[in-house]
């Protein structure tokens, strides 16, 4: 293999991995498409994408989540009538597929640095009785003023139709391009009804939250969450997901999970790409 060269500085910003570059993957999704939907995310905040997958592998997701489902949240926040499961991919490889699925990482693509991270993957489930969760961007636990570009991303799956009444999520268009201010009472609120099978997408400056549930069935739903590679997931995935487990992952799940590197060595372990751990 070609040794790297590494004459000044900003060569360090280039993929300089002796043995393990970056991952190239070819997005099968048409880019007209794409660029359709980035121009709406960069319009309104958000893109709702309508029958995304087929009622059919709806129902195989679902199938593998429900047995998961078990204790209610711990404060207002998690929702006292609404169930999470977090580590998903410790527990199920049916979800796998949504969160690399090529028409959201190819927004990813055009959002973040090469070798962004998945943050967290939680299934969602929002029973009846459950009160509206107050309305928060997703990113806004990183300490970086607004305006700003988004640190993280996240998609909704929308396991279950979504409705005015049992939960569907919260928007506020065009809530990303605000500056330090909260919302107001004033502000318009809009809801992601959709049928099941279709997901939204927006970056973590947007302002969001789950809706109330006053039907009398549970509303389900699967978030895929992403940041910038350079800043701390919310959930530890690399001690989540056992190393027997990640071995047998396609390389973009092994990448998202943090088995990979921002160029020079953020990422690295005792000195190597932290893929070397999985020949151990």
Not at 86 to 99: C, H, I, P
């Amino acid at each position: 293999m070609k040794k790297p060269v590494v004459e000044n500085i900003d060569d360090l910003s280039t993929d300089i991995a002796g043995t393990t570059g970056f991952l190239k993957i070819e997005r099968d999704v048409d880019p007209a498409l794409v660029e359709a939907d980035w121009q709406h995310l960069q319009k309104h905040g958000f893109v709702m994408m309508k029958n995304l997958i087929s009622h059919a592998d709806v129902k195989k997701v679902k199938t593998a989540l429900e047995p998961l489902f078990d204790k209610v949240g711990r404060n207002e926040f998690e929702g006292e009538f609404t169930q999470r499961i977090y580590s998903t991919m410790a527990k199920t490889r049916a979800v796998d597929w949504l969160a690399t699925h090529p028409r959201i990482l190819a927004l990813l693509d055009k959002m973040f640095m090469p070798n962004y991270r998945l943050s967290q993957l939680l299934g969602i489930n929002i029973l009846p009785g459950e009160n509206a969760q107050f309305i928060h961007p997703d990113d806004g636990f990183y300490p970086v003023p607004r305006p700003r570009p988004p640190l993280g991303a996240a998609s909704i799956f929308a396991l279950d139709d979504f409705t005015e009444e049992n939960g569907a999520t919260r928007l506020i268009p065009k809530s990303h391009l605000w500056g330090m201010r909260k919302p107001t009472k004033d502000d318009k609120v809009s809801s992601a009804v959709m049928p099941k099978g279709s997901a939204i997408f927006y970056g973590g400056t947007f302002w969001h939250g789950g809706g109330a549930n006053i039907s009398d069935g549970p509303r389900m739903a699967l978030t895929a969450q992403y940041c910038e590679p350079w800043l701390r997931q919310q959930e530890n995935l690399m001690m989540a997901i056992p190393k027997d487990i990640v071995r047998k992952l396609d390389p973009q799940l092994q990448s998202l999970l943090g088995y990979s590197i921002l160029p020079p060595y953020i990422g690295m372990v005792n000195g190597v790409h932290p893929l070397r751990l999985l020949d151990e």
